[in-house]
């Protein structure tokens, strides 16, 4: 064998099976809506990322009325063999893991070919757009952010489609969000919950936990479905914070150097938004909530022989979900009249008896932290009444639900604790302040902490007026030395600190080299009467966090 048939055979060898699937695998077309031309405007002043608004006149063009499904998505991998991401944020644990094992086809949270492909990423999205426009001869491509919001809208001016939703009782027939069947589902898979972490749960059932079969709730003017939510959709757009750099005639908003893609639309995951609402996204980043449709110049054709075949299919288990959902139980009403007691070694929840039936039992969540999510306490409960003595001296809200069908249902506005006087013996955690302000609770970054501990910090760190109250517990009378746990990108002013109005002294809080960076740093020297001590944190400077803090005697 001469050395040019050798090389032409080692490459026919690398491609066969791309030029063979490409000749044998017609790609699946997808059912395309006509959006008029037309202008709208652009944006809200109720966000400083989708300002200034502006006029953008739109041409016609042709949108997908669905998302992208597993069942089209599996047509490209087998045709071109595509290396797509085999992992995914999205397999839940009281919160989305960093990472795991999965892929667009086998993961934990896909039960049907119809519903929208998830954990991919924008480059395997535009992969498949490209591939679809050279196999069908028609320039298919991610739909720019403008034509987003212009076809989400439909004509309308109001927060969705369908109106303002004031109640948080409507979306459930037009978007699949985070909600009252999604949240039982998500408490029975993964012990997580909606509730303080994505807003508020709508109060209505949309009969999905996860994602669900694309087209099962109402479309929009357009005839779109699931643009309000069931998975964030991949634009064309680098993403930009605002509007001044974009263009009024819909067109897409393009870098050399892209460092994130727009993304619109919300997911089951987590509560909807308007339809301003804008979100970003590296281009390399798979998750379990990130999908796409299409766009294409112009007016919509008619389907293909194959789409109608796919139409055909889809239309048929849409059937059956409809079905399933039908006979599905209600969720049963919530508990009234939740009432908290309280002393120093325990807490007593009591409630009126439900007056449904059928009511089986009862649940108590609890958080970790007043504010935070929220976790499974007790369940089977059947009186109304519930002691918890496994209580430390923070505070802490409680829920309880009434359960009929394994169902739970809402939850009642929180009750919660009084703060009550930390013993310095032990690390005091920074969210366990009796009062708090100019400063908020989130997730810890610091590897010396577990999974979902916290941290005070806020948008750009702690305020530099934010004031932050600990009730100590002091063993005896002495010299005590102050160490926190902080992360700044710079040094900053520090804080001061008082006992009660009398002022011991100011703490610098050094640069860590960032916020995700975390330092133990050494504070002044103080003097503690033996008892109850309130001792205040009045920052200097904003950012900075603080995970925890000791007092050591010396």
């Known amino acids: 064998m001469t050395l040019n048939k050798l090389l032409l055979t080692l490459c026919f060898t690398t491609t ?11 790609p699946i077309e997808p059912i395309m809506a006509t959006i008029p031309a037309g202008s709208f405007e652009m944006g809200s002043s109720k966000n400083e990322s989708t300002q200034p608004i502006h006029t953008v006149t739109i041409e016609e063009f042709s949108m997908g009325k669905y998302e992208v499904t597993v069942n089209e998505f599996r047509q490209f991998i ?14 839940m644990n009281a919160w989305f893991l960093s990472s795991s094992k999965g892929n667009w086809e086998t993961n934990a949270l896909n ?16 992969a498949y757009v490209q591939w679809l426009a050279k196999e069908t001869g028609k320039p298919y491509r991610l739909p720019t952010e403008a034509e987003w919001e212009y076809a989400a809208r439909a004509g309308t001016k109001t927060d969705y489609y369908f109106g303002d939703d004031v109640n948080n009782t409507q979306v459930c027939e037009y978007a699949n969000v985070g909600d009252l069947s999604g949240e039982n589902i998500l408490q029975r898979d993964s012990n ?12 209505c059932s949309d009969h999905s936990g996860y994602a669900s079969i694309v087209g099962m709730y109402q479309p929009n003017g357009f005839g779109l479905y699931d643009v309000l939510s069931n998975v964030q959709e991949f634009l064309a757009d680098c993403y930009v914070r605002g509007y001044s750099h974009v263009a009024n005639d819909g067109s897409a908003y393009l870098t050399e150097a892209c460092e994130q893609r727009s993304v619109r639309g919300g997911s089951w995951h987590w509560s909807h938004g308007p339809l301003f609402q804008r979100g970003a996204i590296p281009d390399n980043f798979a998750g379990g909530v990130d999908g796409f449709r299409l766009a294409l110049d112009g007016k919509s054709a008619a389907p293909s022989k194959k789409s109608k075949t796919f139409l055909s299919a889809l239309t048929f288990a849409q059937k059956q979900e409809q079905q399933r959902r039908e006979i599905a139980p209600s969720i049963p009403e919530p508990v009234t009249n939740v009432v908290l007691s309280q002393d120093d070694d325990s807490v007593t929840l009591t409630w009126d008896k ?6 089986e039992s009862y649940r108590v969540y609890r958080n970790v932290i007043a504010g935070g999510m929220i976790k499974l306490l007790a369940s089977n409960l059947t009186n109304t009444t519930f002691t918890d003595s496994n209580i430390d001296q923070h505070t802490y809200d409680y829920f309880v639900v009434a359960v009929r069908q394994h169902l739970q249902s809402s939850y009642n506005e929180p009750v919660t604790t009084q703060p009550g006087w930390l013993d310095i013996s032990n690390r005091i955690e920074a ?18 902490d577990a999974r979902g501990n916290s941290v005070l ?5 702690i305020g530099e007026k934010a004031v932050i109250k600990y009730q100590v517990k002091v063993p005896q009378t002495g010299r005590y030395k102050l160490e926190y746990r902080v992360a700044a990108p710079r040094d900053t002013k520090g804080f001061d600190l008082y006992n009660k109005d009398k002022k ?8 860590t080299d960032g916020y995700h960076k975390w330092q133990t740093q050494q504070g002044i020297t103080i003097n503690l009467n033996k008892g109850k001590n309130t001792l205040i944190i009045k920052s200097l400077d904003n950012n900075w966090k603080l995970n925890w803090l000791t007092l050591k005697a010396i």
Request: aromatic share 12%; proline share 3%; with cysteine.
């Open 16 to 26: 066969s099976y791309q030029l063979y699937a490409a000749q044998t695998i017609q």
């Open 78 to 91: 087998e045709a071109t063999n595509y290396a797509a991401p085999q992992s995914c944020r999205h397999e």
């Open 111 to 126: 039960t049907s070919e119809f519903q929208p492909v998830v954990c991919i990423d924008w480059q395997a999205a535009n």
């Open 192 to 203: 997580s919950s909606y509730l303080n972490w994505s807003g508020d749960i709508a109060n």
């Open 354 to 359: 439900s007056k449904q039936s059928d009511v």
């Open 431 to 448: 969210e366990w302040a009796a009062e708090f302000n100019d400063s908020s609770i989130s997730f810890s970054s610091d590897s010396l």
């Open 457 to 461: 910090t806020g948008p750009g760190g």
């Open 504 to 511: 011991l002294g100011v703490n610098t809080v050094l640069k």
